[in-house]
Every structure is written in C-alpha cells, then in structure tokens.
C-alpha cells in the first residue's frame, strides 16, 4: 500500500489561493454560506462552512484560461479582473474550466499561510560509478509559497496531513494562532508538501488531478 492511498481517504480538503489573485464579479448573488463535507467521499471526516460572496477571488493562472463567451471577459498579460453571470441550471460540468476560489468578504477573513516545497538534495537520481555527488548538490531545494487560505483552515492541528485543492497534500508543520499579547502578530500557517508521485510536484501550479 502506498502512502497515498493511506492518506487520501482521511485527509480533509480545503482551498488556497496564491497572493496575485483576480477578483470576479458575480452578477445577482447574495453574501451565503454552505456546509460542505471535508472529504468528498468520506463523511466521517466532517464539514466545514464555505462562504460564497457576490465577489470572488481565483487563481491568475485560472483567469488566463478563461475566454469570452464564457461570460467572462479576459485580457492579455496580467488579468485584472472577471465579470461573470451564474449559470446554476448548466449541470454539464465536464465541459466547464475548473476554478479555484474564495469568497472575498469580510465575512469570510483569509488565512495567512506559506506553502513548503522540498526537491531532492542530490540532484540527478542515479550516479554514474565514477561520477562525483558533489556535482550534483548545492541547487535550491526548498522554495516557500505564500497564500491565501480559507478560514476555515484555522481548524487544523499539528502534523495533521490535509490535501489543498488541486495543489495536493501537505503537513502541518506550524498550526495557525491568534495574535500574539506580545508581538500583536499572528502566527501563520506553514505547510510541508508531502509528494505524492504525480508529476506536477514544484510551487506555482495547480493540477485537476486533486
């Protein structure tokens, strides 16, 4: 049995969103909220509360990818922002660009947290019998992320494994903590990315895999 499939049927899942995000517009939507399952096949994991809003933040790299006709409106370079108009009566989903979001309302205050990605310290996976290691160390093996993420995400605990939405797994190497009496600073969020095998492994990515 893999680690994998040891922790996917118990990791809950929750939604973050790197820092260059893009508002979109929602036309004819009213400030709500759901309750939603943690897991999407395993009940026993629990709910959590999503926030939906008029206005919604996503991904830069999901705003590229929209198009006109798609009641969006998108520009070369850098997106700006997304007009939109809710079509809940299409249930034809497989045929829709899939979209990462948080509602952006003060109802729903985003969480500070760093996402961790290691690489491997030897950088070439299998060494030549006269070939020297030290040719292949010293690279950048570690990058930290930072993100927006929902707050429902103030629940997790420590070494707790969760899954991101479409970013993958991570542990929970510094749980979150109000502001400090002292420093008045709060404490974020760091998570260590736990591979998987899939191919999309380094910082910036998103995949619909997960």
Same mark, same amino acid.
């Given at each position: 049995?893999?680690?994998?499939?040891?922790?996917?049927?118990?990791?809950?899942?929750?939604?973050?969103?790197?820092?260059?995000?893009?508002?979109?517009?929602?036309?004819?939507?009213?400030? %709500?909220?759901?309750?939603?399952?943690?897991?999407?096949?395993?009940?026993?994991? @629990?709910?959590?509360? #999503?926030?939906?809003?008029?206005?919604?933040?996503?991904?830069?790299?999901?705003?590229?990818?929209?198009?006109?006709?798609?009641?969006?409106?998108?520009?070369? @370079?850098?997106?700006? %922002?997304?007009?939109?108009?809710?079509?809940?009566?299409?249930?034809?989903?497989?045929?829709?660009?899939?979209?990462?979001?948080? *509602?952006?309302?003060?109802? %729903?205050?985003?969480?500070?947290?760093?996402?961790?990605?290691?690489?491997? &310290?030897?950088?070439?996976?299998?060494?030549?019998?006269?070939?020297?290691?030290?040719?292949? &160390?010293?690279?950048?093996?570690?990058?930290?992320?930072?993100?927006? @993420?929902?707050?429902?995400?103030?629940?997790?605990?420590?070494?707790?494994? &969760?899954?991101?939405?479409?970013?993958?797994?991570?542990? #929970?190497?510094?749980?979150?903590?109000?502001?400090?009496?002292?420093?008045?600073? *709060?404490?974020?969020?760091?998570?260590?990315?736990?591979?998987?095998?899939?191919?999309?492994?380094?910082?910036?990515?998103? %995949?619909?895999?997960?």
């Amino acid at each position: 049995m893999s680690y994998l499939q040891v922790i996917d049927p118990i990791a809950p899942r929750y939604t973050t969103l790197e820092t260059s995000t893009v508002p979109v517009n929602l036309k004819g939507v009213a400030d %709500s909220t759901l309750t939603v399952a943690l897991h999407p096949k395993n009940p026993d994991v @629990g709910t959590k509360t #999503v926030h939906v809003s008029k206005r919604l933040l996503i991904d830069q790299v999901d705003a590229k990818a929209l198009k006109e006709g798609e009641n969006a409106t998108a520009a070369d @370079g850098t997106v700006t %922002s997304v007009d939109a108009t809710p079509n809940l009566d299409n249930k034809d989903y497989k045929k829709t660009i899939k979209l990462t979001w948080l *509602a952006d309302t003060p109802q %729903s205050p985003m969480l500070e947290v760093f996402c961790v990605y290691f690489d491997h &310290i030897i950088a070439k996976a299998v060494l030549g019998k006269d070939e020297d290691f030290k040719q292949y &160390i010293g690279h950048k093996t570690r990058w930290e992320i930072p993100m927006l @993420g929902e707050p429902e995400l103030a629940n997790v605990k420590k070494d707790q494994v &969760i899954q991101l939405q479409r970013r993958g797994f991570f542990r #929970v190497d510094v749980a979150p903590a109000p502001p400090s009496p002292h420093t008045g600073k *709060a404490t974020p969020l760091v998570l260590f990315h736990v591979p998987d095998g899939h191919t999309k492994e380094m910082p910036g990515q998103v %995949s619909d895999t997960y």
